[in-house]
């Protein structure tokens, strides 16, 4: 059974860094592309970012770029989203979720993230 | 960025009576390879999204039958034959053909 457990989400000031991890089961990790996904309180689904099965290649949301970075590890079964130049607008649940034939499959429970001062 | 639109924002539909909502892109979502890489999600109360069509018309595992999606080009469907009640919820659309990712903003489907 595949599972995804999002961790790291919490409250931080404006401006502030935060790490968010996602650890993976019941698949091949290495073998897939992932995604993360957020959602702010009461709104849409916005995509946030991707990363391939090695971990060459990524890409990001226009709202996001150069400010986080996605990375993973495979020896750990773990995806990764590194956030720096918090805003209050990246306030979010955020989703690790997996992919399969182009685009995201498979999501986690989401771990919260709320940038206030 | 491929802008998705959807309509109607809201879908109250009795039960039994079918369902259908509209997703448009403001490119082609034909990508190079030939596919087209337009998703349909459901988000029920509470839970995380699921997906459950892909490429526009294949329904994924454990979807029921009564889900289809339909379109071309710019212009998409996903219909409800028939509604239940656990199809409550809010439904997105997705595309994946373009850099960045996209999700229209959702379509809350309620019973009548």
């Known amino acids: 059974e595949v599972q995804l457990v999002e961790s790291g989400g919490v409250v931080v000031r404006p401006g502030g860094s935060l790490r968010l991890s996602c650890v993976a089961s019941?698949?091949?990790?290495?073998?897939?592309?992932m995604h993360w996904v957020r959602q702010a309180p009461e709104k849409g689904l916005e995509w946030v970012s991707l990363?391939?099965?090695?971990?060459?290649?990524?890409h990001y949301a226009d709202s996001v770029k150069g400010r986080f970075t996605i990375s993973r590890d495979n020896s750990k079964n773990s995806l990764y989203l590194q956030m720096n130049s918090l805003r209050g607008e990246d306030s979010a649940l955020y989703y690790c979720?997996?992919?399969?034939?182009?685009?995201?499959?498979?999501w986690g429970q989401g771990t919260l993230v709320t940038v206030s001062s | 960025d491929a802008v998705m639109t959807q309509s109607p924002g809201s879908l109250p539909v009795t039960l039994g009576q079918p369902a259908a909502i509209s997703c448009r892109s403001s490119?082609?979502?034909?990508?190079?390879?030939?596919?087209?890489?337009l998703n349909w999600f459901q988000q029920r109360p509470g839970q995380s999204p699921r997906r459950l069509i892909y490429q526009v018309s294949t329904r994924d595992s454990g979807v029921p039958d009564r889900f289809s999606g339909s379109g071309s080009g710019t212009d998409f469907t996903l219909k409800i034959s028939r509604v239940e009640a656990e199809d409550v919820g809010v439904y997105y659309c997705m595309q994946g053909s373009h850099w960045p990712y996209t999700f229209g903003p959702g379509t809350k489907l309620e019973i009548k």
């Open positions: 979720v997996k992919d399969t034939t182009g685009s995201p499959d498979y």
């Open positions: 490119q082609s979502l034909v990508y190079s390879d030939g596919n087209t890489y």
């Open positions: 019941g698949f091949t990790f290495h073998a897939y592309f």
């Open positions: 990363i391939n099965g090695d971990g060459s290649i990524t």
